[in-house]
């Protein structure tokens, strides 16, 4: 004999079947390191280059972005309203996650370009100094 499903569970299951990866890890985490390689190539810099402070505004950067793509992709696949004219219950934190990912990427910029002016640091001026081009001592 088959049991009966409440009109409760019956909306969660057909919310189910719209879930969406933003909140899957391994999808999430591969996906920043791609966000990061994009920030990294157009600045025409290496993540070993960067400071420690950098690379934290970086990695938050890419993980909030990340979660805006992967929101975005649902949209695409789903629509952003439901049949009756609903929209997904995460979206506040959608629009969170636009503002904040705008901020990080002006923070990342920001830290960057005062970096960049600061000139070298101490161990690349001592490298300039006592070894060539190609690592010979001088």
Request: cysteine-free; aromatic content about 8%.
């Amino acid at each position: 004999m088959k049991k009966e499903i409440s009109k409760a569970q019956l909306e969660q299951r057909r919310m189910a079947s719209r879930s969406h990866t933003a909140r899957s890890q391994v999808v999430a985490r591969r996906r920043a390191g791609y966000v990061k390689q994009s920030v990294l190539q157009a600045a025409g810099i290496r993540y070993a280059d960067l400071d420690l402070i950098a690379r934290r505004y970086l990695d938050l950067y890419a993980r909030v972005q990340t979660k805006v793509e992967l929101y975005d992709a649902w949209v695409r696949e789903h629509g952003f309203l439901d049949e009756e004219g609903r929209t997904p219950p995460w979206i506040k934190e959608y629009y969170a996650a636009i503002n904040t990912a705008g901020r990080l990427l002006a923070r990342v910029e920001e830290h960057l370009r005062r970096h960049q002016q600061a000139g070298p640091s101490p161990l690349e001026l001592h490298l300039s100094r006592h070894y060539d081009a190609d690592g010979d001592v001088a």
